[in-house]
């Protein structure tokens, strides 16, 4: 569902404050049985970080909402945004990111970055207040996520890096980070070392935080 802006809501967003205020007020021009469900809103903006579009991509129950990649980023896609920030609801009015909050912006950042439309923020509201994934630090912390990165996506940054890095010592370091990154998420010891080229034993005294 398309959410209609008024003229002076097509503005250039410079902070989360300024996005809160105009969702605030989205979710306030709702009846009171709606703002008691979870919403799901997609704000897409330009290279300026105008505004675009703001759309209403699902509405759940009280404390949860379907997402799916699709339906999250068809309309950024048809508006051809260069970056999108995603805001949802907590009827609760607890603003602390749930697992499955964090798991969510986890996934939409790895689906962003195949779509050349990255995620810049993700913000839960209430009537009341915010709470901004960016300015918190967890969006940069989640960026560093291995879970839904392809295999070949993780190829290509080890490759990149190791090019970067130049040196031989540099070009190992780099390897012993991304496979301490990957056995965080779980990965395989035996796809870790296919990806890296690192000796499993190697692998398997690499302490993870």
Known sequence: ????????????????????????????????????????????????????????????TINKTLVEPMEVFSIPLQKRAVQMVIVHNHPSGEL???????????????????????????LIISEQSFYSFAHSGLLKKLEQSLK???????????????????????????RKQIAKQMKKEGFPIEVIAKMTGLDTAVINKLKVE
């Not at 909050?101 to 810049?120: E, F, L, Y």
């Not at 839904?148 to 890096?161: L, S």
């Open 1 to 60: 569902m398309n959410v209609r802006l008024k003229k002076e809501e097509k503005i250039k967003i410079l902070c989360s404050e300024d996005l809160y205020e105009i969702m605030q007020r989205i979710l306030m021009s709702e009846s009171k049985t709606d703002r008691n469900r979870e919403h799901l809103w997609t704000v897409s903006l330009d290279n300026a970080l105008r505004i675009l579009n703001i759309e209403c991509v699902s509405m759940g």
């Open 148 to 174: 839904y990165v392809p295999a070949y996506e993780i190829k290509k940054r080890f490759e990149k890096a190791a090019e970067e890095k130049g040196s031989e010592k540099g070009r190992n370091d780099e």
């Open 96 to 122: 602390e990111p749930s697992e499955a909050d964090k798991d969510i912006t986890d996934h939409m950042i790895q689906v962003g970055r195949i779509m050349n439309v990255p995620v810049v923020d993700h």
